[in-house]
């Protein structure tokens, strides 16, 4: 993609918890020296081998925020992230 002549790869991932998370496949043919922005469901994609090499990870789902109690604090959170 490029915009105002700036070039960068957007890349995507289905459900890690699929099994759908090939990010060795989702970067074939993607050049080192432009940046890569990841769009993942599942913000646990971060632990994947490789995740280094992106320069922006977004995702979201984890819920983990949108309800919070008082005194007790998030009421589901589902990710392993912490």
Known sequence: MEINEIQFYIVGLDS???????????????????????????????????????DLI????THGGVINLPFIGSVFASTGLR
């Open 16 to 54: 890690i918890w699929a099994g759908e998370d090939n990010l060795t496949r989702a970067m074939t043919g993607i050049k080192e020296d432009i940046p890569k922005i990841l769009l993942s469901h599942n913000p646990d994609v971060v632990s994947l081998p490789g995740t280094e090499d992106l």
């Open 58 to 61: 977004l995702s979201g789902h």
